[in-house]
Structures are given as C-alpha cells and as structure tokens.
C-alpha cells in the first residue's frame, strides 16, 4: 500500500446534523506542548492560487518563487492583513531544488530562490511576519520533490536554521501505515528539539482516514493544526463537500480541537473565481464557527475591495479568535434539509450563530427559529442582544428566552449571528 496522492477520497453519506454535544466531554486529549497556534493560525498559503507554477520565465508574477512571497509579505503589511491578525506567509509544494545538497540537507531552487530560504525568512520577519514552509513525511512530495522520510532530524534542524516559523507536512509517497504514523510523531520532537518555535500542520488524519481510524488523542498530543478531508478547490462543490464532511463526522472531531489544536478544513479561497459572493459568505462564517486556521489562499495584488472587507471583518475574525477555543458544531437541520444551523460557544457566554441556506434554487428564503433552542438552552436565558455580522452588520436588538428570530438568507449564503446577555 502505498499514499501517494493529495485527493484521498473520503466521501462520507452526509447525515443529519443533530447532535447533542457534551463540549470537551473528552478532552483528556493533550495539546502539543510547545505554547503555539493558542488560537487558529491565520496567514497566507499559495497552494490553492498558484499550485506548482515553475514556470518563471512565461508566468514570471504567479511562479512559486521569493520575488512572490515578497510582494505578498509587502503587501499583507501595507494593505493590513497583519494588522487583521494574518500573521503567517506560507510556501507550500514545489519550492525545493529536485535534489538535496551535499551535506544531505534539503535546498531551494537556485533559479526560483536565489537568495535562498533563510534571507526570505529574515525579509518576512522584518516585516513582522512569520514564515512557513512546506515538507513531506515520505519518500517524495507531492509533486516529486525530495521528502522527509528518515530525514526528520536534519531537515527540522535545517528549517529552524533558516528561521522557519511553521511547517505544513504533508502524506504523500509514504509506505505503510507504521511509518506514516511514525513519520509524523518523529518530525513533531524533531522540530521541538530544535528549540525554535514552530508551529506543525500536519496532514496525518487525512492520509490515515482511507485505512485506519485516526486517533485524535495522538494527534492532538502531536501536531498543531490537522487537515482531515480533501484538498479544498476554488468551487461552491468543494466548500459544500466539506462541510458536509465535517457536520457529518463532527461527533468524532469536534471535541479534540482547542487551544494549541485545530482542526483544519483548508484554505480561504475567497477573491478567487469560483465562489459566489453569497458562498465567500458561507465559508468565511463557517470557517469562523469551526475555529478553523485561516490560510488565504489567493492574490493580493488583485483581490477586490469586497472579498478584502469580508477576510479582514474584525468581528468575523473575532469569533474564529475566540479565546474560549471551543469549535462549533451544526446543531440540526430543519425546513426538508432546506436550511442548517450552526452554533458555537465564546467566552463571556456569548454564542456564535449561522443559519446556511442549503438550496441551490430559487430567491431567498425565510427561516424563524426559536432562540430557546440555540446556545443548548442557556444563550438568551433570560434574553440576549443580537447582532448580525454577516452579510451586514446589523444590531437586531434583544430577544426573550421565548422569542423569535426571523431570518431571509440567499441561496447558498449564510447569516452570521452573535448572541450575547450583555451588550460589549
């Protein structure tokens, strides 16, 4: 058995989204112990947008090469993303020379690189920044570049060298199981020996999914960030498959993420091509309700002043950023599977709402809902002030434990709800 592919598929029959959840029931599970990723990293990673571009002397503006990663560290200042909280620049696959150097250690591509990775990682600090970098467990990356496999000590020892702050580890062209398993823990104490700070995302679960129940306890106890499903694409068909995964499979994963541990659903592909506004919405709330890590995956040099507004809206990003580091969940579906809704405790005993609208026909649609039922009975008892953030901001004004709320959402889109006993 050999993994040797970024599109494991692990489709799951979507099932209904009621639950009762009993928040961090579980969670003897311990956090990697290295003071990271307290709340959802956020940043940006080229993947998604520029893929393995090598092709600089045709597409010399969107090649996997520094002069990108500088424009896009000079723009994240200049244009605020820093200031938004996306603090991470991220180089994923296809960054690396096609063979190690002579002292077996990993190498940039000279031509694509040519001040090499540690001058790029002391460019982006002096910004502010931080820097990621990309590796694989196995024999090869992703696209056939040389992989880590029984090369975890040096290449960690080499990232942190160089002043890497993050490594995404991906699964790809790995044997067996044991050693994917294996593969992962070692790079995990291989990088805390270093005694640098870098946060891991690993991509563990989702190679092990096809095969073998992942154990989240290990994971968690191991890795910062942890992707589970498919690679996510610039399509309403990819965000709406993981979605549907993760309500799905919510009973198993929900409970393990938390300060120093998320799950990751993917990247940001807002002020892309293939989303609606009405679905950069819906990712961009729900993201925020799964305290997912927040990767953008996109061109700043390009993006819209709209798509800009929704990743940097502050109190969309507060809630992914919430302290109380509990992920949300879909509580129910309702109206013939027409509508979900999705909740998720914050600190102070406020609670995070989002109302999908699951059709895919027709105008918008009305959904009344009892606020008794959201935040397990306790968010608007005896009442609560609502605001909501998405796709305005609006203040609706305070409801009874015996109130209703009346919402109309497009197809494909999501409202974004905060509810709260107290007024900020």
């Not at 029959?13 to 990293?41: E, I, M």
């Not at 606020?371 to 305070?398: D, Y």
């Not at 015996?402 to 007024?423: A, F, M, W, Y």
Request: aromatic residues 12%; hydrophobic residues 40%; charged residues 20%.
């Amino acid at each position: 058995m050999e993994l040797n592919s970024r599109d494991q598929g692990q489709g799951c029959k979507l099932a209904l989204c009621s639950l009762t959840l009993v928040l961090w029931g579980v969670f003897g599970a311990r956090a990697l112990d290295n003071g990271l990723a307290r709340t959802p990293t956020m940043g940006w990673l080229h993947w998604e947008r520029f893929t393995c571009n090598l092709d600089c002397e045709e597409e010399p503006d969107s090649c996997i090469s520094e002069q990108l990663f500088m424009q896009m560290a000079e723009l994240m200042v200049s244009d605020g993303w820093k200031d938004a909280g996306y603090e991470y620049l991220c180089i994923d696959d296809c960054w690396m020379a096609p063979e190690r150097d002579s002292q077996d250690r990993l190498q940039a591509d000279p031509e694509r690189f040519p001040s090499g990775i540690h001058h790029l990682a002391n460019y982006v600090h002096s910004k502010g920044l931080k820097l990621g970098i990309y590796a694989d467990v196995g024999y090869k990356t992703c696209a056939g570049f040389p992989g880590s496999f029984e090369h975890y000590d040096i290449d960690a020892q080499t990232f942190a060298d160089w002043g890497v702050d993050l490594l995404k580890f991906d699964g790809c062209f790995i044997d067996n199981i044991q050693n994917l398993e294996d593969g992962y823990k070692n790079m995990s104490l291989a990088l805390n020996k270093t005694g640098r700070s870098i946060v891991y995302s690993c991509e563990w679960p989702l190679y092990m999914m096809p095969f073998q129940k992942p154990n989240y306890t290990s994971v968690r106890q191991y890795c910062n960030h942890w992707r589970n499903f498919d690679d996510v694409y610039d399509s309403w068909k990819s965000i709406n498959t993981i979605l549907d995964w993760t309500s799905s499979n919510q009973e198993k994963i929900v409970d393990f993420a938390g300060p120093g541990g998320w799950n990751d659903p993917d990247m940001l592909v807002i002020g892309n091509f293939g989303l609606s506004w009405d679905q950069q919405i819906t990712q961009m709330a729900l993201w925020a309700i799964m305290a997912a890590p927040l990767f953008m995956s996109n061109d700043l040099r390009q993006i819209s002043s709209q798509a800009k507004a929704l990743l940097q809206d502050k109190n969309v990003i507060a809630i992914n950023q919430d302290p109380l580091g509990k992920q949300g969940y879909c509580l129910r579906k309702v109206n013939g599977h027409k509508f979900e809704v999705w909740e998720r405790p914050l600190s102070d005993l406020a609670w995070a709402v989002a109302v999908r609208n699951l059709q895919e026909i027709g105008g918008p649609s009305s959904y009344t809902m009892s606020v008794t039922s959201l935040g397990r009975g306790v968010a608007c008892n005896p009442g609560c002030f609502i605001t909501q953030l998405l796709p305005l901001k609006l203040e609706l004004g305070f409801y009874g434990w015996t109130s209703t709320l009346k919402t109309r959402i497009n197809p494909t889109g999501t409202v974004l709800l905060r509810l709260e006993q107290k007024r900020a």
